[in-house]
């Protein structure tokens, strides 16, 4: 930072009673020098890669658009940042966050519309994302993806904060889940639809069955009734014959008589 500040000063964007000193003290935070003597207040600053662990003593600085901690130690803090109230654009990217707690103090900077928590230790919790937005309504970009609705509930299919789905390099998220999940559902009914069509199938086999034995019944009747004419016929016949036979023979006594 300091080498920031001497080449500006080098190049005359800066009177050297306007540079902006920041001192990093470890554990017991971080100081920045120079603001109240003169100096005209930054509205960006980077303090990324150095170490910090803490922003204990941040001073106010009401100026402040701009301010990039990433690929530090910080795990909480936060709070230190309230004497910035026009901050734009925070980047935490690369820090120590575990969990939504410790992010609670950035309510309270209403302005605030830029997040980065990229490789932060609570980015690795499902839907963290719409976590974030949910406990922080003024987000419109987190990650670098904005806001694409306001609930998350999970009530309709629209309901989903950013256009990311959480996919990186802790795995994916449970938006895949509900993509292998619509599959599989997809799959279960096509399964219905086809043992439905089986079924169906079936039904039309044992239908063209029955006619098929309605159709041998009704020939084997039709054989049954007609055997049973010839046999009636026979017997007639016989009969005829045997009336015939007895009158012949008695024509034939009479006649010898």
């Known amino acids: 930072m300091d080498e920031m500040v001497d080449g500006e000063i080098r190049n005359g964007k800066m009177k050297p009673e306007e540079g902006v000193t920041v001192k990093l003290n470890g554990p017991n935070g971080i100081e920045v020098c120079g603001l109240n003597n003169g100096a005209t207040a930054p509205e960006e600053l980077s303090i990324a890669q150095s170490g910090l662990c803490s922003l204990r003593g941040f001073p106010e600085m009401p100026s402040l658009i701009k301010l990039d901690l990433s690929n530090n130690s910080l795990e909480d803090g936060l709070e230190h940042l309230l004497g910035c109230p026009n901050l734009n654009m925070l ?51 987190l990650d670098s993806y904005s806001r694409t609705c306001v609930s998350c509930d999970g009530t309709e299919e629209s309901e989903r904060y950013f256009d990311d789905d959480d996919t990186d390099q802790y795995g994916p998220s449970d938006d895949s889940d509900g993509v292998e999940g619509g599959e599989e559902e997809g799959k279960d009914e096509d399964d219905e639809l086809d043992e ?62």
């Open 91 to 141: 980047n935490l990217s690369g820090n120590r966050f575990k969990d939504l707690k410790a992010l609670e103090p950035l309510k309270k900077l209403t302005n605030l519309k830029v997040l980065h928590l990229n490789g932060c230790d609570l980015t690795r919790s499902l839907h963290y994302r719409c976590k974030v937005a949910e406990m922080l309504p003024q987000i419109e970009y």
């Open 196 to 257: 439905d069509d089986d079924d169906e199938e079936e039904d039309d086999d044992d239908d063209d069955d029955d006619e098929e034995e309605d159709e041998s019944l009704s020939d084997s009747e039709e054989e049954l009734e007609a055997q049973k004419d010839d046999d009636d016929s026979e017997e007639d016949n016989e009969a005829y014959f045997d009336r015939n036979r007895g009158i012949k023979r008695k024509f034939d006594e009479e006649s010898e008589i």
